[in-house]
């Protein structure tokens, strides 16, 4: 299919990848992702996703899935046992500057278009780091005073004014910051999983250490869904 001028103008394709690490064992969890496929390829379109899977659980049925519905997937397993280390494989294969590291237990809401909207206005004023967790939580009027300035898409602020006491690990990074987070915290911490991630980059040790130009969505573009039997 061609592209017009337009979608090409607002295409992500050479600007943002996306990679994902995590395993899935139950029913509702996968319910949960082939739900939101479809969903997350018409928001994603032609942009490459690497994704790392931990389980022979469900392997089958959601590396078709990805498959079908990702345009430009790298979907492998890995009996690699520790998170960083296999996310920073993942790392190795992208290309471009940013990548949004996004979990697997979203809902994914808004269009395409605003969405498109949304991740260029950052690309384009050079962000450091945009948050993409608990986007209902910090639109809340209590946190607006952390915000400098407002955008289109996007309401802005300082790492030195950071709103939140974690470093979240569902956010869109600048690659190279991406790779130096996740190298200390394998160094320094033994326990690598996702949110030990967030348990070591907390409180003194979150966004506040760096000198970076943070954002956040102005609207909710994915809402976390645990169903029932969770895993």
């Known amino acids: 299919m061609i592209k017009s001028a337009l979608e090409k103008k607002m295409s992500l ?3 943002l990848s996306v990679i994902q690490n995590f395993i899935c064992t139950s029913p509702g969890r996968k319910q949960l992702i082939l739900e939101n496929l479809p969903k997350m390829s018409e928001v994603f379109g032609d942009v490459d996703f690497y994704v790392s899977y931990n389980t022979e659980k469900n ?7 990805y498959e079908k519905n990702i345009e430009n997937v790298d979907f492998q397993y890995t009996d690699e ?3 960083a280390i296999s996310t920073l494989g993942l790392l190795d294969k992208v290309k471009t500057p940013h990548v949004l590291y996004i979990c697997e237990d979203f ?3 808004e269009t395409k278009e605003v969405w498109e ?3 260029n206005e950052a690309l ?4 450091d780091f945009v948050m993409m967790a608990k986007i209902d939580k910090y639109l809340q009027p209590e946190w607006r005073r952390h915000y400098h300035k407002s955008g289109k898409y996007l309401h802005y602020y300082h790492s030195k004014n950071t709103i939140s006491k974690v470093l979240s690990v569902d956010a869109i990074y600048k690659k190279d910051f991406y790779v130096e987070r996740l ?10 999983l996702p949110n030990n991630y967030e348990t070591y980059y907390k409180n003194a040790n979150n966004l506040s250490r760096f000198d970076l130009n ?3 969505p102005n609207r909710p573009l994915v809402r976390e869904r645990h169903p029932d039997d969770f895993t």
């Not at 392997?59 to 899935?65: M, P, S």
């Not at 384009?124 to 962000?127: A, F, K, Y």
């Not at 190298?183 to 690598?192: A, N």
């Open 107 to 109: 809902d994914y809401l």
């Open 183 to 192: 190298k200390e915290y394998s160094e320094k911490y033994s326990h690598h």
């Open 81 to 83: 046992r520790d998170w």
């Open 117 to 119: 909207s949304t991740i």
């Open 59 to 65: 392997l089958k049925d959601l590396k078709t899935a």
């Open 214 to 216: 943070c954002c956040i």
């Open 124 to 127: 384009d004023n050079d962000m």
């Open 13 to 15: 394709k050479n600007r």
